[in-house]
């Protein structure tokens, strides 16, 4: 799959300490796994000019106290709290300069987040898609990229789980209503 490096993102979903290493509160295995391949993702992606977006999942302590019925620390516990070590994006995928960075409190990386905005500003159209946890945040960021009409093309080796088939899921059900799955090999930015 041929990709525009200038109408295209690479979207890196809350690849955090959190979930990623083994001392983070929702660690997931499935999560570290995919660091390696995301990586070598991101080092062809900057060599063509491809811009990068990382989204870090961050929640103030008090973000819940007076939900009425959202609240992530009821579902997961207190996870990637503001300030935190947690909160941080793993070590092995640095930011660089010229990448953007997206702080959401939910789900979806598009709610309430500056994100489309910064898209469209940029003529960006095709994303790119990765990260974790595939069944949570990168199926709800994916979906909501559909919707505002962008290309969401989510990486299969690159989009971490907590099992298999969780994994499984979301991709069936991104290309079944809302995008494209492609395993990385098969991108190419040119």
């Keep these: 799959m041929q990709l525009e490096p200038e109408r295209?993102?690479?979207v890196v979903v809350d690849m955090q300490n959190g979930f990623c290493h083994p001392d983070g509160s929702?660690?997931?295995?499935?999560?570290?796994?995919v660091i390696e391949p995301i990586a070598d993702l991101l080092e062809r992606a900057r060599e063509a000019g491809t811009q990068v977006v990382f989204t870090r999942d961050v929640h103030p302590p008090d973000q819940f106290d007076d939900a009425h019925y959202y609240d992530e620390f009821d579902q997961?516990?207190?996870?990637?709290?503001?300030?935190?070590?947690e909160a941080e994006i793993v070590d092995e995928l640095p930011?660089?300069?010229?990448?953007?960075?997206?702080?959401?409190?939910?789900?979806?990386?598009?709610?309430?987040?500056e994100l489309e905005g910064w898209l469209n500003a940029r003529g960006i159209d095709d994303l790119?898609?990765?990260g974790t946890l595939a069944?949570?945040?990168v199926l709800h960021t994916g979906g909501s990229a559909g919707l505002r009409d962008f290309r969401p093309i989510m990486l299969e080796d690159c989009i971490g789980a907590i099992e298999d088939d969780h994994r499984e899921y979301a991709l069936d059900h991104a290309a079944?209503?809302?995008?494209?799955?492609?395993?990385?090999?098969?991108i190419a930015f040119a």
Excluded: M, Q
Excluded at 96 to 109: M, P, S
Excluded at 177 to 182: I, T
């Design 8 to 10: 295209t993102a690479v």
């Design 26 to 33: 929702l660690y997931a295995p499935g999560s570290e796994a």
């Design 76 to 85: 997961w516990g207190e996870h990637v709290l503001e300030g935190s070590w």
């Design 95 to 113: 930011v660089e300069d010229g990448d953007h960075v997206i702080e959401k409190h939910t789900y979806d990386a598009f709610y309430n987040t």
């Design 128 to 130: 790119v898609i990765c």
């Design 135 to 137: 069944n949570v945040c």
């Design 176 to 186: 079944w209503l809302f995008g494209e799955v492609e395993p990385s090999a098969e």
